[in-house]
T-cell receptor, first 111, second 114 residues
């Protein structure tokens, strides 16, 4: 089973700034995913990040707002750019290694 | 589109009580159904699954039966423990190869008190 280290676990940020969330996996995986869980809502897929290709974004999410890097098979980052209070949420990375595994999440609060 | 509706929490139970967390779904095609659990400070992890109608998924004393006629996948446990305190997510996936199309419910927080 894959073990995922996600950081930071939480952060409080000012409006207009950017935050980069890191996701490190203890094994090589092809498919990595980034989710968002807004207060009182279900997990929503932001994008799929495969190594060696551009990330694939879901409807309602754009690369300028949520740029993703996937430099190798064990690491990915998600940046939340030009933040506003509406971006306050939990962000989760996930990998597919026979089944889905999740990081512990990043609790982001934007003031 | 696909959707999952699960009861809102928190659900507070005494130790050894019976647990039911309701989950209903709407989906095109024939979904696989899942329950994920998130313990405090940890990532979501798969608890159990069922891939076709009338299948029963089970793990750690938890059970859920895939009911196509009622489009439900309720989670049950006969006797909860304090260690079961966590957030439980119901989820579905329609395309067997499309792991990116997993649809989640909002999660139900369970608190078990001694």
């Amino acid at each position: 089973s894959a073990v995922i280290s996600q950081k930071p676990s939480r952060d409080i940020c000012q409006r207009g700034t950017s935050l980069t969330i890191q996701c490190q996996v203890d094994s090589q995986v092809t498919m990595m995913f980034w989710y968002r869980q807004q207060p009182g809502q279900s997990l929503t897929l932001i994008a799929t990040a495969n190594q060696g290709s551009e990330a694939t974004y879901e409807s309602g999410f754009v690369i300028d707002k949520f740029p993703i890097s996937r430099p190798n098979l064990t690491f990915s980052t998600l940046t939340v750019s030009n933040m506003s209070p509406e971006d306050s949420s939990i962000y989760l990375c996930s990998v597919l290694d026979e089944k889905l595994f999740f990081g512990s999440g990043t609790q982001l609060s934007v003031l | 589109g696909n959707s999952v509706t699960q009861m809102e929490g928190p659900v507070t139970l005494s130790e050894e009580a019976f647990l039911t967390i309701n989950c209903t779904y709407t989906a095109t095609g024939y979904p696989s159904l899942f329950w994920y659990v998130q313990y405090p400070g940890e990532g979501l992890q798969l608890l159990l699954k069922a891939t076709k109608a009338d299948d029963k998924g089970s793990n750690k004393g938890f059970e859920a039966t895939y009911r196509k006629e009622t489009t439900s996948f309720h989670l049950e446990k006969g006797s909860v423990q304090v260690s079961d305190s966590a957030v439980y997510f119901c989820a579905l996936r329609v395309d067997p190869g499309g792991y990116q199309k997993v649809t989640f419910g909002i999660g139900t927080k369970l608190q078990v008190i001694p």
